[in-house]
């Protein structure tokens, strides 16, 4: 089992920046995947930035450029740090952990970009 607790989330003006942060424990040598997914509402969650254990980044065509994901693997930590915020930014972003075996998701942080 792994868990995830994220931090980090709030309001934010368009434009601004935010730095969500994502602490792991538990079953963390099986992990071999972390990112950073959002959902916003009334649409499907969907996966914006994973970094693997090997240093491989991938992220989303809506946030390349602007986001940012990183590991502190000293403290089990993933972040996403989040530039020119745009207001359809405006989701629950959740950590995501992936195993051989499952996917695990945090609780959810919510991001709000509004002036």
């Known amino acids: 089992q792994v868990q995830l607790v994220e931090s980090g989330g709030g309001l934010v003006q368009p434009g601004g920046s935010l730095r969500l942060s994502c602490a792991a424990s538990?079953?963390?040598?099986?992990?071999?995947?972390m990112g950073w997914g959002r959902q916003a509402p009334g649409k499907q969650r969907e996966l914006v930035a994973r970094?693997?254990?090997?240093?491989?980044?991938n992220y989303a065509d809506s946030v390349k450029g602007r986001f940012t994901i990183s590991r502190d693997n000293a403290k089990n930590t993933v972040y996403l740090q989040m530039n020119s915020l745009k207001p359809e930014g405006t989701a629950v972003y959740y950590c995501?952990?992936?195993?051989?075996?499952?996917?695990?998701w945090g609780q959810g942080t919510q991001v709000t970009v509004s002036s």
């Open positions: 995501n952990a992936a195993t051989v075996t499952h996917a695990y």
């Open positions: 538990g079953s963390i040598f099986d992990i071999y995947a």
């Open positions: 970094i693997t254990n090997g240093g491989s980044l």
